[in-house]
């Protein structure tokens, strides 16, 4: 159930960091097509693995991070759909070594190198017995460096679990606003193709235009293309594809967000310049 469950959401769920932003601070939820932010995709798996199986999920927190988690006698199963890992990651306590449980999953996005070989994504995972710790990392194939970068990295402590899932709105609306948020974006893994793409409008600068102009795009080489390129309009068309809308609702959505974000947030708030290099 839950290998189902999340080959399903990858594909059915994407990652948007506008959805919340609408739910709480808009006119309400997203169409479920359009998926959520990355606490809210793990908030689907658990629902969805509770609702044909009855086994409810932990849910254990790192900052503005939230994965479930499976426990039982033999060992624990983690589910975070945001790091895109492929299978369920199954922890097994006979395995330990050490002390601690390691593991390398295949991951999205499935990359290749100049030379035409496949890298695939990995997310590594360490559960340490003592404290009862997940660290959980996420390693992507850079083809303008040439090598692994990991891109994501957290560590789930049993002490950091949510009592409430969605947690109550005054605790959600300052973490849609903390620096890090400093783009919005509609991330894909395309049902057909299994290829990666995004669609983002940065946030940095109270003077950043908010059209489609300042959207740019991302392919499943981590490659950007700006708006008015034919990369970004095959991107574009793919991530709308994926969600099931026309490419014009997608940047609507975005450029909604952004509005919400600039009047809901304080007028000191410093966001980080969002990095339009190749990856």
């Known amino acids: 159930m839950q290998r189902s469950v999340l080959a399903d959401l990858l594909t059915s769920y994407p990652y948007n960091s506008a959805s919340q932003l609408h739910e709480y601070f808009g006119d309400g939820p997203l169409p479920t097509s359009y998926g959520a932010s990355c606490a809210w995709q ?59 449980v390691s593991l390398t999953a295949d991951a999205y996005p499935l990359r290749s190198r100049a030379d035409g070989t496949p890298v695939p994504s990995k997310v590594r995972v360490r559960w340490r017995l003592d404290d009862d710790s997940v ?36 605790t959600v609306r300052p973490q849609l606003l903390h620096p890090e948020q400093h783009s919005v974006s ?59 809308v026309p490419p014009q609702d997608v940047e609507g959505v975005l450029l909604k967000a952004a509005a919400l974000h600039h ?8 966001l980080a310049a969002y990095s339009l290099e190749d990856e």
Do not use: C, W
């Open 42 to 100: 793990s908030f689907e798996a658990g629902r969805l693995v509770a609702e044909h199986s009855g086994v409810e999920a932990e849910f254990r927190i790192d900052g503005r991070h939230v994965a479930a988690l499976y426990r039982d006698t033999d060992g624990i199963t983690v589910l975070d759909p945001y790091l895109l890992h492929r299978l369920p990651l199954r922890l097994e306590r006979a395995d330990a070594v050490d002390g601690a």
């Open 135 to 170: 660290s959980l990392s996420y390693v992507r194939f850079s083809p303008r460096r040439g090598h692994n970068i990991v891109s994501r990295s957290f560590v789930m402590r049993p002490e950091q679990v949510l009592a409430q899932t969605p947690p109550p709105p005054h």
């Open 186 to 244: 509609v991330r894909v893994v395309h049902p057909g193709t299994q290829q990666l793409a995004e669609l983002v409008l940065p946030l940095a600068g109270r003077k950043l235009r908010l059209d489609t102009r300042s959207m740019i795009s991302k392919d499943n080489q981590g490659a950007v293309s700006r708006q008015g390129s034919r990369g970004f309009d095959r991107n574009r068309e793919m991530v709308a594809d994926a969600v099931g």
């Open 263 to 270: 009047m809901a947030s304080p007028a000191d708030l410093e």
